[in-house]
């Protein structure tokens, strides 16, 4: 099975802009969790979606948010960038979201100028 | 709330040596699971090992192997044998039952070095 892919790879936006991070989940995985990764908070929970739904939100501002299509491929979307948000940003998939494991893909690296 | 603490944020260690990574957690759950991660220089987050919280045998997978202690709510990693290979950033994460919503809780992370 293909693993998790995430496009872009990289990103350069500038503040103010908006960006959409694509995540598409291993083939039959119907949940998909995204994070943030950065040198000064680490790896955290932005939100999880399962059949198109958002059931569960870190504690992130509205400007982070997301959706997952029926094909359970996601995106999330940051508006009005802050130099803030330059971060990994890691997209992990699993069957159903429970107790089980995630399988992450290989990261978006946004860095806002 | 549940958090994960490692306490070493760098490790080397020779290569063929034995090292072990240290990681608490703070849970009033009972039902959980947890795991280690390793990220390479290359980003990519790649799953070392799981642990299921009502198994009391320890997981062990080829030179990867954990140290849970449930009551004291440790689960320490030992990697065998150190690889040049192995040089990466190990996490260790957690998982409640409860959740049912897809929320790893990661600590700090340790960077592992190993030296040829």
């Known amino acids: 099975k293909a693993g998790v892919t995430q496009t872009p790879r990289y990103l350069i936006k500038t503040r103010g802009q908006q960006v959409t991070l694509s995540c598409s989940p291993i083939s039959g995985h119907r949940s998909v969790s995204w994070y943030q990764q950065t040198p000064g908070q680490g790896l955290q929970f932005l939100f999880e979606y399962f059949s198109e739904t958002q059931r569960n939100k870190g504690n992130f501002p509205g400007r982070f948010s997301g959706r997952q299509f029926s094909n359970s491929r996601s995106e999330m979307n940051v508006s009005t960038l802050e130099l803030g948000d330059s971060a990994l940003y890691l997209c992990?998939?699993?069957?159903?979201?429970?107790?089980?494991?995630?399988?992450f893909g290989p990261g978006t690296r946004l860095l806002v100028l | 709330a549940q958090t994960v603490t490692q306490s070493q944020p760098e490790m080397s260690v020779q290569e063929a040596e034995t090292v072990t990574l240290s990681c608490t957690y703070d849970t009033s759950e009972n039902n959980y699971y947890l795991f280690w991660y390793k990220q390479p220089p290359s980003r990519q987050m790649i799953l070392v090992i799981r642990q299921e919280a009502y198994k009391q045998q320890n997981a062990t997978e080829n030179r990867f192997s954990v140290n849970f202690q449930k009551a004291a709510k440790s689960f320490s990693l030992k990697i065998s044998d150190s690889q040049l290979g192995d040089t990466a950033m190990y996490f260790c994460?957690?998982?409640?039952?409860?959740?049912?919503?897809?929320?790893?809780?990661f600590g700090q992370g340790t960077t592992l070095q190993v030296k040829p």
């Open positions: 994460a957690f998982m409640k039952s409860s959740s049912n919503t897809g929320k790893l809780i």
């Open positions: 992990a998939s699993s069957l159903w979201g429970g107790l089980e494991t995630q399988y």
